[in-house]
């Protein structure tokens, strides 16, 4: 199962705060907007997004169709195939990506109750 680019999306406090500690780490913006209260983050391969009243928890993020470094796959699994992959093996669902085509998004739990968001943008 590939489940595209990967990121972690913290739920943060005070978003300022936060990318200052994370830029002091290293870390450059390279997307979002601080107005909104969100903030993509590199250092490297590695990607951080800052949400700040947006999640409760933080989260797994995973992007069909993206590489690392948000660009577009040539050929990638549609993200309402990875959720019918899943149902068929059981595994419940917080929030489900509905039927179509383009842009859609769903979200399971780990066993520990972390969020795994599978969000897909093209």
């Keep these: 199962m590939q489940l595209g680019a990967f990121s ?3 739920a943060v406090k005070d ?3 936060s990318a200052a500690f994370y830029e002091k780490l290293g870390f450059a913006r390279s997307g979002g907007e601080i107005d909104q209260n969100w903030l993509i983050l590199r ?4 990607v951080l997004g800052l949400f700040q009243g947006m999640f409760e928890k933080n989260s797994l993020t ?3 169709g993206w590489d ?3 660009q577009q796959l040539d050929s990638f699994t549609d993200v309402r195939d990875l959720q019918r992959q899943l149902k068929d093996q059981g595994v419940p669902f917080v929030a489900e990506a509905g039927e179509g085509t383009g842009p ?5 739990l780990d066993p520990d109750g972390n969020p795994v968001i599978v969000d ?3």
């Design 15 to 17: 978003i300022a705060a």
């Design 68 to 70: 690392q470094d948000a």
């Design 104 to 108: 859609a998004s769903f979200i399971v």
């Design 120 to 122: 897909q943008h093209i």
């Design 8 to 10: 972690l999306s913290l």
């Design 43 to 46: 250092n490297g391969q590695t």
């Design 62 to 64: 995973f992007n069909p």
